[in-house]
């Protein structure tokens, strides 16, 4: 019976081919020849959402960003088109089933996430620019509707995840494989290493954070493979791929991004000695409140560090201190400047969630400004995770930020030492992920892009799977008898 309908389906499929063809060349009209790619598109919309998710999980490495006229509209091929499908799907399925899965929101994190989704909205409505919010908002619902509330849902599969997660490594492979060639034929420079990631990404700070986000994940795979039952081959496997992405890296010339591997591994090394949570938060606020009482002497020091980026690879690190002459550090100080002081004419509701872009450039001083600075302020963002929200959705949306990391740190280490098994090290894998980018977006701010915000909220979904996990097996103690 199952022969008769693969059969079946096979002959369907080859005569919608040939009826397109016909028609395609009958009326000049060759986009017809995707007609049958819609058929097993479909049947995996309906039935097998899954094979979707790792179809945009592979492609989300790969997609390409396509502009409109003066770049009001953009759109990420092929990913957006699949990800605005599912969402569709999703909203149609809740409508026709009347079931709404509220175990997925019981969740602390996710809680979080949507109170912040929902204040989104409130200052898209308050926002100066109205439309550029409002898209704003609806390019982050698909993202977090789909790769945070769904994922949650279907990665109560341990196997859905690691598939997920292959999907992305492997892309990630494929896109710095590309990468490095390009940046090869310009010897490895610094100059080239900007550019060489087109026309997949835009910039090389982008580039180093979706291969930072994957790192631990090829690590976690090849250190802990048996848990997973991989063979010796499959782990050997990941081990090239974790030592390739960390040469991705480094030649990337990512200054956030190498911060980031160490940090990442730096929570790790904590979490092997068993050192707890409360104990690392408290010294990161004496750490803190040093800096900001020694500021002034701590900023005079800086300025006397002259090294500059450079293709010495030393050198580019040394530079990561220097706020006097490098115009890449001084560049982000004069965006960080624009972005406290809009915060104080705009405290409590701020700008409007994606309008920073398009606001900051009145705010610019000119002993602040850099020799990459433009007076119209058109190039680029305010290059911190955190401050976007506080600029543009105010002290409230920057605090629900805040919350969300700070939650996902708990969970981290909270899911170590109860999960065990595979769970245990599928946790380790995507949380080690998500500190890369908690500590790279201290310098830059990407969430909004397909690259990261897959990663980040397919991450965060792991995250609550496992918590709701954790949940149900508690239960099932407590219901046991003695």
């Known amino acids: 019976m199952k022969l008769k309908l693969n059969i079946t389906l096979l002959y369907l499929v080859s005569g919608l081919f040939i009826a397109a063809g016909i028609v395609a060349a009958a009326y000049d009209f060759w986009y017809l020849f995707a007609l049958p790619l819609v058929v097993p598109f479909v049947y995996a919309y309906i039935y097998k959402p899954e094979l979707l998710i790792y179809l945009v999980a592979f492609a989300t490495p790969l997609s390409v960003q396509l502009s409109g006229s003066g770049q009001s509209i953009s759109l990420s091929i092929p990913t957006e088109p699949i990800i605005i499908l599912l969402l569709i799907g999703l909203l149609f399925k809740l409508v026709i089933s009347k079931k709404i899965r509220w175990e997925v929101f019981t969740n602390a994190l996710a809680i979080i996430i949507a109170v912040d989704l929902l204040w989104i909205l409130v200052t898209s409505f308050t926002s100066t620019m109205p439309l550029i919010s409002l898209k704003y908002f609806i390019s982050k619902v698909w993202y977090v509707a789909i790769f945070y509330f769904l994922l949650s849902h279907l990665f109560k599969s341990e196997r859905i995840i690691k598939t997920f997660l292959w999907c ?26 900007y550019t060489a990631m087109r026309p997949f990404l835009p910039d090389h700070g982008m580039y180093a954070a979706a291969v930072s986000f994957v790192v631990p ?10 848990q997973f039952k991989y063979n010796s081959l499959v782990r050997i496997f990941a081990l090239g791929i974790f030592i390739f992405l960390c040469l991705a890296v480094a ?5 956030a991004s190498w911060v980031s591997l160490v940090v990442a591994f730096g929570v790790y090394a904590a979490l092997l000695l068993k050192i707890k949570l409360k104990y690392l938060l408290g010294l990161g606020v004496i ?8 500021f002034d002497q701590i900023f005079t020091d800086l300025s006397r560090n002259k090294s500059e980026s450079d293709d010495n690879i030393e050198e580019h690190l040394q530079s ?13 100080l004069n965006r960080w400047s624009c972005a ?3 915060f104080d004419d705009k405290p409590i509701m701020g700008f409007g969630p994606g309008t920073y872009t398009f606001q900051y450039g009145v705010y610019q001083l000119p002993h602040e400004m850099t020799i990459i600075s433009t007076n119209a302020g058109t190039l680029g963002n305010v290059h911190s995770e955190y401050l976007r929200p506080l600029v543009e959705s105010g002290v409230l949306g920057f ?15 909270h899911q170590y030492r109860q999960l065990e098994g595979s769970r245990k090290y599928l946790s380790l894998a995507v949380f080690l992920g998500l500190i890369t980018y908690f500590t790279h977006g201290l310098l830059n701010n990407y969430s909004e892009f397909d690259k990261i915000a897959v990663p980040l909220y397919g991450f965060l979904a792991v995250m609550t799977a496992n918590q709701y996990y954790l949940k149900q097996r508690n239960k ?3 219901s046991q008898p003695d």
């Open 340 to 342: 406290l002081r809009m």
């Open 476 to 478: 099932e103690e407590v």
């Open 251 to 255: 030649l990337s010339f990512t200054r």
């Open 287 to 294: 750490v803190a409140s040093v800096l900001v009482l020694n």
């Open 168 to 193: 992305l490594v492997l892309a990630t492979c494929v896109l710095a494989t590309y990468t490095l060639y390009k940046h090869s034929l310009g010897s490895f420079s610094r100059s080239y290493a």
């Open 217 to 226: 994940v090829a690590f976690v795979f090849a250190i802990y493979g048996k």
């Open 399 to 413: 605090l629900f930020f805040l919350a969300i990391v700070v939650t996902t740190l708990f969970m981290g280490f």
């Open 320 to 332: 990561v201190s220097n706020v006097s002459t490098d115009p890449s550090n001084m560049e982000r």
